[in-house]
T-cell receptor
Framework: GENVEQHPSTLSVQEGDSAVIKCTYSDSASNYFPWYKQELGKRPQLIIDIRSNVGEKKDQRIAVTLNKTAKHFSLHITETQPEDSAVYFCAAIRGGSNYKLTFGKGTLLTVNP | GAGVSQSPRYKVAKRGQDVALRCDPISGHVSLFWYQQALGQGPEFLTYFQNEAQLDKSGLPSDRFFAERPEGSVSTLKIQRTQQEDSAVYLC??????????????FGAGSRLTVL
């Protein structure tokens, strides 16, 4: 089945700096890659996603890049703010199905004021 | 409803007790998922429904876990004879199941189960 590796597990940045979180996946048939943000004790919320026919997608301060050849995708947050502090999860649709998301283990991002 | 609702938000059970967790998905969402999230981990797939049909239950850890969605809307995850290793947050998610939003999951706030 699909395997998603995410790193780093923790990331601490100063307010205003950029943050980058990277994920790799194992199944070349995976075709949908969402990123979720989860604040402590709250539900995971979709912040951005990308499909395999696109190499990059941007939404204000957040961007995601996808390298299908290398089977990795990254989340980029620019001009970080304290409210960006949360756990971020990447995920991929397993090859052979179009519904079962496999998640990475998460990255705890701390933005220091 | 406007979002995915789950109840109870918190449940403490003694080892061996049965528990039932409820999920009310977004109205009209065809697909419903249950995920288990252990502390400090990402969500792990448990089971998937398309309307009332349970199409995949490969992630259920044991036969003590049972899920149903009899009318294609509300779903219940039941855990029999709870064990300490069942302690986790149980997340429900729903999606439209077709079209552009087919894979876009909206999660509920989860039910945190603690087994003593």
């Amino acid at each position: 089945g699909e395997n998603v590796e995410q790193h780093p597990s923790t990331l601490s940045v100063q307010e205003g700096d950029s943050a980058v979180i990277k994920c790799t996946y194992s199944d070349s048939a995976s075709n949908y890659f969402p990123w979720y943000k989860q604040e402590l004790g709250k539900r995971p919320q979709l912040i951005i996603d990308i499909r395999s026919n696109v190499g990059e997608k941007k939404d204000q301060r957040i961007a995601v890049t996808l390298n299908k050849t290398a089977k990795h995708f990254s989340l980029h947050i620019t001009e970080t703010q304290p409210e960006d502090s949360a756990v971020y999860f990447c995920a991929a649709i397993r090859g052979g199905s179009n519904y079962k998301l496999t998640f990475g283990k998460g990255t705890l991002l701390t933005v220091n004021p | 409803g406007a979002g995915v609702s789950q109840s109870p938000r918190y449940k403490v059970a003694k080892r061996g007790q049965d528990v039932a967790l409820r999920c009310d998905p977004i109205s009209g969402h065809v697909s419903l998922f249950w995920y288990q999230q252990a502390l400090g981990q990402g969500p792990e797939f448990l089971t998937y429904f398309q309307n009332e049909a349970q199409l995949d239950k490969s992630g259920l850890p044991s036969d003590r876990f049972f899920a149903e969605r009899p009318e294609g809307s509300v779903s219940t995850l039941k855990i029999q004879r709870t064990q300490q290793e069942d302690s986790a947050v149980y997340l429900c998610a729903s999606s439209m199941g077709q079209g552009v939003g087919a894979n876009v999951l909206t999660f509920g706030a989860g039910s945190r189960l603690t087994v003593l």
